[in-house]
């Protein structure tokens, strides 16, 4: 046996035997593979997409510019495309991406939802789930902390070589560590590699923006995934120390990953709904048209700005002609207002919702895993909706530069009024800065208290199961 | 013979604690799902988007329009399926564009990334794990004390006792898997809950399949079990997982994105000039209340006109997009049937009503009606019209009927997984000739 430490010699032994073990060379070669294709795959995807959008923002801005002369009202109408731009990390985790719409249309008037769901395209199929970094990650490595540690020590117990183990004087503690370590060496032969293959594909897909600052949300993923990898080593050790056979160890652990990765999700959020219901589609679109529907007419519009043209409420140095254009631009402010406040209602519904989900992580550990490695990774909701919000303050940006000129000219419909290039150029093109990573994880401290909640109860249980545990 | 081991196994069976978890986990689960699907199914409301205030022809065909609600699946409480993600309604307009405009779909993104816990999520994942669970040790345990020497002593076929076995296993989770759902969509037709049905039970004979040709191995029964959970982890959650990612990768679906940058790039021009002509005439009429009903109908034919043109280019784009996409699809379909969970959850999901075939036929029966109510309301919006309350009440009225042609599309993907279960059973059975005692 190694001289040093009894621990030492207890991990060197398990892992040793581990690795001389055919079956989990197969299974850790195998999740490699898997891991590997995940990468290269979810990088090439992910390079391809964020490449189609910048094109296409790219061409958007040559066709706003290059649209020719016409009124600025008309050039409202004529709208502008803006693009979901495509985050470096969601090559390891896609997150919510293939559920959000990759598109806003930003035009006069209305104000719309993202459009076009790549899930709507997939086939349902896909609805099956797809492998992804994060998939293997959250769900397939568990499965293999599980085979390393589900006979730590109901195996010994069963070969009845525990005892005498401790026999030999070795603290219950050495033994732990011991297990412990010996459980991980083998678990980390498996993540360092594929760490580093990640990184490299990560570093050499570098997308549109290669200053992007991924590093430390690439590194938080990293935290994130060896924390929840722990939490299994310390459930698979508490639990073999505790069940009646390595089988019964076995099918309790299996049963506990199942529920983890396959049922607390839908079953989360089927609570989150039912508590905190949001609209239907039609719901939705009833209640801004019912709103819009109490407004007055354009005419009636029209006609109660010129009365108040004729009271003298604005300046002297406004001519009727305005009267018109006062009335776009105070309409314009109301749908816009109805819009924003409906929108705001309908992803506040989804936060409500989001954080109901995120309080079922204290019954599922790899459900708050799950939560982080979205908002680090940048696909979550979180992120969405300040995408969202960014494209409606760019909206009525670009509304506000183009109303705002018909104001100065003063004429709405005279159509011999048209700008051409120099007033688009006045207009900026949409720059959307992802927040950083402090914000990302400060949207889910819900989810990192709850996984180092978890971190902290897998040790605890443990190390309480040290002392109960049946030698026979 | 085999009805006689049947029963006997049956009564073995019952008295076993592991199988009486295993039924009621899978009973329990199975209730639970289907109360969550009627409880979804109920909440599926309409909402009534207001009457329009003008009797304009153009208020009534276009501003407002017609609005067609998807009514809900006729088991969409069985299998939620794609029905968070397809619109849930359209918008139909008298128009040449924006003749459809489909709805938006607010499902929370999280929810639809997250799916449903309905019956066919237990039927899909959970039912195949239990089919093994308990029937991983069908002979290796006997055989390993000695009692299978016992039986066989008797006067019956070792291949008669393992019939015996399975049957019982088979009926003991084929009862609850086959009257639950039943029983939660008991409005259905008949026909969409045959087809159902016997997609289940197909499935189940796949897995039964598979775990008789493992038992025939004659490995010990810890062996099995780990060989059956290890074939389930491959063929329900990897194998589908995977093959998404080399669909997603070899056949990927094209970019709305794209498209979007092109429809607009092919419809610029007329888009321009069109509205440069409705300018002039604005200008040449420069209060819009009193253009006359003449200046009116001279604005609806310029808009007209331009509609088409747009509508013309717009054509060669969309068709084009919409060909790519259905021949990805038909690429991407392919490759699923190397797995028999995506089989099983297509031809689940057709049946349910909730996967792409009822939504298609919708759209096609949405595109027929607004033919119609462009038939109707055209004329009338070229000529300026204001509508009587008769010709708004006589206008096209929309009535989607379900019918139950996708049961004539699943049968072939049943048909495949019943040859596939018969043939995987009758190769367990075959095995078990060289089983050593």
């Known amino acids: 046996m190694t001289r040093g430490p009894a621990f030492l010699a207890i991990a060197v032994k398990d892992a040793t035997e581990t690795w001389r073990d055919g079956r989990f060379r197969w299974a850790a070669g195998l999740l490699f593979l898997l891991l590997v294709a995940a990468i290269a795959g979810g990088a090439q995807h992910q390079s391809r997409i964020a490449q189609q959008h910048a094109d296409a923002q790219a061409a958007e801005r040559d066709a706003w510019l290059d649209k020719g002369d016409m009124n600025p009202h008309a050039a409202a109408?004529?709208?502008?495309?803006?693009?979901?731009?495509?985050?470096?990390?969601?090559?390891?985790?896609?997150?919510?991406?293939?559920?959000?719409?990759?598109f806003v249309f930003l035009e006069a008037h209305k104000?719309?939802?993202?459009?076009?769901?790549?899930?709507?395209?997939?086939?349902?199929?896909?609805?099956?789930?797809?492998?992804?970094?994060?998939t293997a990650a959250l769900v397939l490595l568990p499965l293999l902390v599980v085979s390393l540690t589900f006979s730590s020590f109901a195996g010994e117990r069963d070969q009845g070589t525990l005892r005498p183990l401790l026999a030999l004087g070795i603290s219950r503690w050495s033994l732990l560590l011991g297990k412990a370590l010996g459980a991980m060496l083998p678990l980390i032969a498996v993540m360092i590699p594929a760490a580093i293959v990640a990184a490299a594909f990560v570093f050499f897909n570098r997308p549109a923006d290669p200053d992007a600052p991924i590093g430390a949300r690439a590194f938080g993923l990293l935290l994130v995934y060896l924390a929840h990898a722990l939490v299994w080593t310390g459930a698979g050790l508490a639990v073999s120390a505790r069940a009646r056979?390595?089988?019964?160890?076995?099918v309790v652990l299996l049963a506990l990953w199942f529920a983890n990765a396959f049922v607390m999700p839908p079953l989360a959020m089927a609570i989150a709904k039912a508590i905190s219901p949001s609209p239907s589609a039609m719901q939705f679109a009833a209640a801004i048209e019912n709103e819009k529907a109490k407004w007055p007419d354009w005419d009636t519009r029209v006609d109660r700005v010129m009365e108040r043209f004729l009271d003298g409420e604005f300046e002297s140095t406004m001519a009727p002609a305005n009267v018109e254009v006062v009335a776009l631009i105070e309409s314009e402010a109301a749908e816009t207002a109805l819009y924003d406040r409906h929108f705001a209602d309908l992803f506040s519904a989804y936060a409500g919702q989001t954080e109901i989900y995120e309080r079922a992580s204290i019954?599922?550990?790899?459900?708050?895993?799950?939560?982080?490695?979205?908002?680090?990774?940048?696909?979550?909701?979180?992120?969405?909706?300040?995408?969202?919000?960014?494209?409606?303050?760019?909206?009525?940006?670009?509304?506000?530069?183009?109303?705002?000129?018909?104001?100065?000219?003063?004429?709405?419909?005279?159509?011999?009024y048209v700008r051409g290039r120099d007033l688009w150029e006045k207009v900026p093109p949409f720059d959307y800065e992802v927040p950083g990573v402090a914000w990302a994880v400060s949207q889910r401290l819900a989810s990192m208290f709850a996984l180092a909640g978890w971190l902290a109860i897998a040790a605890l249980a443990a190390v309480a199961s040290m002392s109960s545990m049946k030698v026979e | 013979?085999?009805?006689?081991?049947?029963?006997?196994?049956?009564?073995?069976?019952?008295?076993?604690?592991?199988?009486?978890?295993?039924?009621?986990?899978?009973?329990?689960?199975?209730?639970?799902?289907?109360?969550?699907?009627?409880?979804?199914?109920?909440?599926?409301?309409?909402?009534?988007?207001?009457?329009?205030?003008?009797?304009?022809?153009?208020?009534?065909?276009?501003?407002?329009?017609?609005?067609?609600?998807?009514?809900?699946?006729?088991?969409?409480?069985?299998?939620?399926?794609?029905?968070d993600v397809y619109p849930g309604y359209l918008k139909v307009t008298a128009r040449n564009v924006d003749a459809l405009v489909t709805g938006d779909q607010v499902a929370h993104p999280l929810a639809v990334a997250s799916g449903h816990f309905d019956v066919a999520f237990v039927i899909l994942f959970l039912y195949p794990l239990l089919v093994f669970a308990i029937s991983f040790d069908l002979t290796a345990g006997e055989r390993d004390r000695g009692t299978l020497r016992m039986v066989?002593?008797?006067?019956?076929?070792?291949?008669?006792?393992?019939?015996?076995?399975?049957?019982?296993?088979?009926?003991?989770?084929?009862?609850?898997?086959?009257?639950?759902?039943?029983?939660?969509?008991?409005?259905?037709?008949?026909?969409?809950?045959?087809?159902?049905?016997?997609?289940?039970?197909?499935?189940?004979?796949?897995?039964?399949?598979?775990?008789?040709?493992?038992?025939?191995?004659?490995?010990?029964?810890?062996?099995?079990?780990?060989?059956?959970?290890?074939?389930?982890?491959?063929?329900?959650?990897?194998?589908?997982?995977?093959?998404?990612?080399?669909?997603?990768?070899?056949?990927?679906?094209?970019?709305?994105?794209?498209?979007?940058?092109?429809?607009?790039?092919?419809?610029?021009?007329?888009?321009?000039?069109?509205?440069?002509?409705?300018?002039q005439f604005l200008q040449d009429?420069?209060?819009?209340?009193?253009?006359?009903?003449?200046?009116?109908?001279?604005?609806?034919?310029?808009?007209?006109?331009?509609?088409?043109?747009?509508?013309?280019?717009?054509?060669?784009?969309?068709?084009?997009?919409?060909?790519?996409?259905?021949?990805?699809?038909?690429?991407?379909?392919?490759?699923?049937?190397?797995?028999?969970?995506?089989?099983?959850?297509?031809?689940?999901?057709?049946?349910a009503g909730t996967g792409r075939t009822r939504f298609e036929h919708f759209n096609a029966a949405a595109g027929r009606f607004q033919a119609e109510w462009k038939a109707y309301f055209e004329p009338r919006v070229l000529d300026a019209a204001t509508l009587t309350a008769d010709e708004v009440r006589d206008a096209p009225k929309f009535n989607y009927a379900d019918d139950h042609s996708v049961t004539r599309e699943v049968a072939l993907p049943i048909a495949g997984m019943a040859i596939a279960g018969v043939i995987l059973v009758w190769l367990g059975f075959r095995s078990y000739r060289g089983y050593e005692l």
Do not use: C
């Not at chain 2, 899978?26 to 209730?31: E, R, S, W």
């Not at chain 2, 109920?42 to 067609?68: F, K, Q, Y």
């Not at chain 2, 094209?254 to 940058?261: K, Y």
């Not at chain 2, 009193?290 to 310029?302: I, P, S």
């Open chain 1, 363 to 416: 019954m599922s550990p790899t459900l708050a895993a799950r939560m982080l490695s979205m908002a680090l990774a940048g696909t979550d909701d979180a992120h969405d909706r300040e995408f969202a919000a960014a494209a409606g303050r760019y909206r009525s940006q670009m509304l506000t530069t183009l109303n705002s000129e018909l104001a100065g000219a003063g004429r709405l419909n005279t159509f011999d």
């Open chain 1, 245 to 250: 056979s390595q089988a019964a160890a076995l």
């Open chain 2, 152 to 279: 066989l002593a008797q006067p019956v076929g070792l291949r008669d006792v393992v019939a015996g076995k399975m049957i019982a296993r088979a009926v003991l989770l084929g009862v609850p898997v086959i009257v639950i759902p039943i029983l939660a969509a008991s409005s259905a037709a008949p026909p969409l809950l045959a087809a159902w049905t016997a997609a289940v039970v197909a499935y189940g004979l796949i897995w039964h399949g598979i775990a008789l040709i493992v038992n025939a191995r004659g490995w010990n029964a810890a062996t099995n079990a780990l060989v059956l959970a290890g074939i389930w982890l491959l063929f329900a959650i990897v194998g589908p997982a995977t093959i998404n990612l080399i669909i997603d990768l070899r056949y990927p679906m094209p970019s709305r994105v794209t498209a979007a940058v092109q429809a607009r790039a092919a419809t610029q021009e007329a888009t321009v000039q069109g509205n440069r002509e409705l300018g």
């Open chain 2, 1 to 83: 013979m085999i009805a006689f081991l049947t029963r006997h196994e049956w009564k073995l069976l019952a008295t076993n604690e592991v199988v009486r978890i295993v039924i009621a986990v899978f009973g329990a689960a199975l209730v639970f799902a289907s109360l969550l699907g009627v409880a979804r199914a109920r909440a599926e409301d309409t909402a009534a988007i207001p009457i329009a205030r003008s009797m304009r022809a153009d208020a009534i065909a276009n501003e407002r329009g017609a609005v067609l609600v998807m009514p809900p699946a006729p088991m969409a409480s069985l299998a939620a399926g794609q029905s």
């Open chain 2, 285 to 351: 009429h420069p209060t819009s209340s009193n253009v006359g009903r003449e200046g009116m109908r001279q604005f609806a034919m310029l808009q007209a006109a331009r509609d088409r043109q747009i509508a013309e280019r717009l054509q060669a784009v969309e068709t084009a997009f919409e060909e790519q996409l259905q021949r990805q699809q038909r690429l991407a379909a392919w490759l699923s049937v190397l797995s028999p969970t995506m089989v099983a959850q297509g031809v689940l999901l057709e049946t």
């Open chain 1, 77 to 102: 109408h004529y709208g502008a495309f803006v693009f979901k731009p495509v985050q470096p990390l969601s090559a390891i985790d896609p997150g919510l991406d293939p559920f959000l719409g990759v």
């Open chain 1, 111 to 134: 104000q719309q939802l993202a459009r076009h769901r790549p899930i709507e395209d997939a086939a349902p199929t896909r609805r099956l789930g797809l492998l992804t970094p994060a």
